[in-house]
């Protein structure tokens, strides 16, 4: 592993369908933005395995933009 790998925080659950991880991603975005509404909130936990703070959110959806990255194909 090199450094960057080392440094990437990661969700209790990473989704492993190509549609899941990028949803996954996107509800980050919007973590990072807002409080989520309830039905928003309760998808991204099933996705992500918990309600992350607007830092830890913004800290995952950099990491599994970086799994996006290297493996395009789930």
Request: aromatic residues 4%; without cysteine.
């Amino acid at each position: 592993m090199n450094k960057q790998e080392n440094s990437l925080r990661l969700p209790p659950t990473i989704p492993n369908i190509n549609q899941e991880l990028e949803q996954a991603i996107t509800l980050l975005g919007n973590r990072v933005q807002t409080d989520l509404k309830d039905k928003t909130k309760k998808k991204l936990i099933k996705l992500v395995g918990e309600y992350p703070t607007k830092e830890t959110a913004y800290e995952w959806k950099l990491s599994l933009k970086q799994i996006v990255k290297k493996s395009p194909r789930l």
